[in-house]
């Protein structure tokens, strides 16, 4: 059972490896960094967000929200319009396109990964996704705790 475990767990490692190079290689065929992508990436999935909350979700500074939205403003891959609901706000959104340049890229895979699923009956679906929420839970909890940590350069300077 060790052993299985451990399979499991290298193999986690490397598909969350495999996902890193994947997004490294789309982001330079956009023309944009890893945060950017990110960005792009939160934007698609909530169709509009402010920068406050585009800040918090990737966890940057309201003057680092700021240069990255500058920079894909300028790419033409997202806009940036008042809130009608509150004018000291904006929205920012993702643009068409952003969208008919990152779909090529990630469409095949998602077919791809649709295909790979087809043979599972529903409990090993349920199972699968119950396990990959747990892992995506355990991420998102690690991420609040390191970003918690003071550091090194600071503890370093200070």
Known sequence: MEELRGELSAE??????????????????LGVNR??????????????AAPTEVGAQL???TGSVTAMLDRLEKLA??????????????????????????????????????????????????????FMRNIRELYERQVVRVRGVEPFVKRLRG
């Open 77 to 130: 891959y997202i806009t940036r319009t008042p809130d009608p609901g509150d004018r000291r706000r904006s929205i920012v959104r993702a643009t068409p396109l952003f969208m008919e340049r990152a779909m090529p890229l990630y469409m095949p895979m998602v077919e791809e990964g649709g295909r790979n699923i087809e043979h599972y009956d529903a409990d090993q679906l349920r199972m699968l996704i119950e």
């Open 35 to 48: 945060t950017d992508l990110r960005c792009m990436e939160y934007l698609t999935q909530v169709q509009t």
């Open 59 to 61: 966890g940057l500074s």
């Open 12 to 29: 986690v490692q490397a598909s969350q490896s495999a996902v890193d190079d994947f997004d490294s290689a789309a982001a330079v065929v």
